[in-house]
């Protein structure tokens, strides 16, 4: 089962930024969290991965709170082509391990 | 760089019979793992390969069963088709050394079993 919450569906006016919430209260100290986002009839598209620390990449930015149970990903500016579902999935940072997916955030970037 | 690809996107079987899906992986890339996604939920991990041998799976059934070839190239094959098998099903790959932590996908198999 996956080890994280994220709310069902949210929506976003365009150029908005998009804050995509996460809960991952039971994540171990060497697990990692990852997000993945899958556009309709693609497969998911890695954006963006943390340990403790905030990071950012240019699609996005992810925030982790202080005790790791939950973090944030930031689009700083929706467009139309982010509407997707948004996957928070928690992992050790090892290769052999898979991603465990859980329904996800349906985002909708609204014109 | 080539992305994953997929073959066939779409098709169609019946009851009892055999599936095979095809996928050829990212350049540089020498790790392969299948998932299958119902409609309306998260993909789900079916089993990976790592130098041609089978190095983690989920909780699937022996009738879902895999290869991967020298070339990192990758097959599943399904046989005793179930009505509940129609999903799509993604390939993703994966890179050697740190570029293992970050899965790329392709566009996925759809299967309909009637």
């Known amino acids: 089962d996956a080890k994280t919450t994220q709310p069902p569906s949210m929506d976003c006016a365009e150029g908005r930024a998009a804050n995509l919430p996460c809960n991952h209260s039971t994540i171990s100290g060497n697990e990692y969290v990852y997000w993945y986002r899958q556009i309709h009839s693609q497969g998911p598209q890695y954006i963006i991965h943390?340990?403790?620390n905030n990071e950012t990449n240019e699609m996005a930015s992810l925030i982790i709170t202080e005790d790791r149970k939950s973090s944030t990903l930031i689009l700083p500016h929706a467009t139309l082509r982010d509407t997707a579902v948004y996957y928070c999935i928690v992992r050790l940072h090892s290769g052999n391990t898979p991603l465990v997916f859980g329904k996800g955030t349906r985002l909708s970037v609204i014109a | 760089e080539t992305g994953v690809t997929q073959s066939p996107t779409h098709l169609i079987k019946t009851r009892g019979q055999q599936v095979t899906l095809r996928c050829s992986s990212q350049s540089g890339h020498n790790t392969v793992s299948w998932y299958q996604q119902a409609l309306g939920q998260g993909p789900q991990f079916i089993f990976q390969y790592y130098r041609e041998e089978e190095n983690g799976r989920g909780n699937f059934p022996p009738r879902f069963s895999g290869l991967q070839f020298p070339n990192y190239s990758s097959e599943l094959n399904v046989n005793a088709l179930e009505l509940d098998d129609s999903a799509l099903y993604l390939c993703?790959?994966?890179?050697?050394?740190?570029?293992?932590?970050?899965?790329?996908f392709g566009a996925g198999s759809r299967l309909t079993v009637l």
């Open positions: 993703a790959s994966s890179g050697p050394g740190s570029g293992a932590n970050v899965l790329t």
């Open positions: 943390g340990l403790k």
